[in-house]
C-alpha cells in the first residue's frame, strides 16, 4: 500500500474523456484500488478542476464534478505550515511555477510515496519528503 498523489491533470483527462490520456490515468485509479493504496491530491488541484467545471454552461456540472472526486476516494490536502517550507524551497531553488510549487509543497508535507504528473519538467525533480515523482504515462506504473 502506498501513498499517491495525483496531480491536477490526471483528473481532468480523466473526467474530460481525453482521446489519448483518460484510459491511462483510469488504468492508474483501478490499479490503486486493486493495491489499496491511499489516494490523495491538494485543495489547489480541486480548486482547479472545478474552475475549469464552472465554466461550463451546465449550471450543475461543478457540483457534479465534486461529487465524482469524493466518491473516488481522494484526501485532499491543505497547504499549511508543513508545506511553507519545501514550498519556500522549491520556489526559489527551481524557480518552479507557484501553482507546481504548492503541489509537490503539500505532497512532501505528507510523506507521499509516489506524485503522479504528466509534467515533465516536474519528472526531474527530488523533492525531499516525495519518494518518487513519476510521468503519469510511464508504462512501468
Known amino acids: 500500500m502506498s501513498r499517491i498523489y495525483w496531480d491536477s491533470m490526471l483528473f481532468i483527462y480523466l473526467l474530460e474523456g481525453h482521446p489519448t490520456?483518460?484510459?491511462r490515468a483510469q488504468h492508474?485509479?483501478?490499479r490503486s484500488y486493486r493495491r489499496g493504496d491511499s489516494l490523495y491530491t491538494s485543495y489547489l488541484a480541486l480548486g482547479e478542476i472545478l474552475a475549469g467545471a464552472e465554466k461550463s454552461p451546465l449550471p450543475q456540472k461543478a457540483l457534479a464534478v465534486r461529487q465524482t472526486l469524493d466518491e473516488m476516494g481522494f484526501s485532499y490536502l491543505p497547504f499549511d505550515d508543513g508545506a511553507v517550507?519545501?514550498?519556500s524551497r522549491l520556489r526559489a531553488k527551481q524557480k518552479l511555477k507557484i501553482a507546481d510549487s504548492i503541489h509537490l509543497a503539500c505532497?512532501?508535507?505528507?510523506?507521499?510515496d509516489m506524485f503522479f504528473t504528466g509534467d515533465k519538467q516536474l519528472v526531474k525533480l527530488d523533492v525531499p519528503g516525495i519518494q518518487f515523482i513519476a510521468d503519469f504515462n510511464n508504462p512501468l506504473f
Open 85 to 87: 517550507a519545501p514550498f
Open 107 to 112: 505532497a512532501a508535507s505528507a510523506g507521499i
Open 28 to 30: 492508474l485509479l483501478d
Open 21 to 23: 490520456f483518460s484510459a
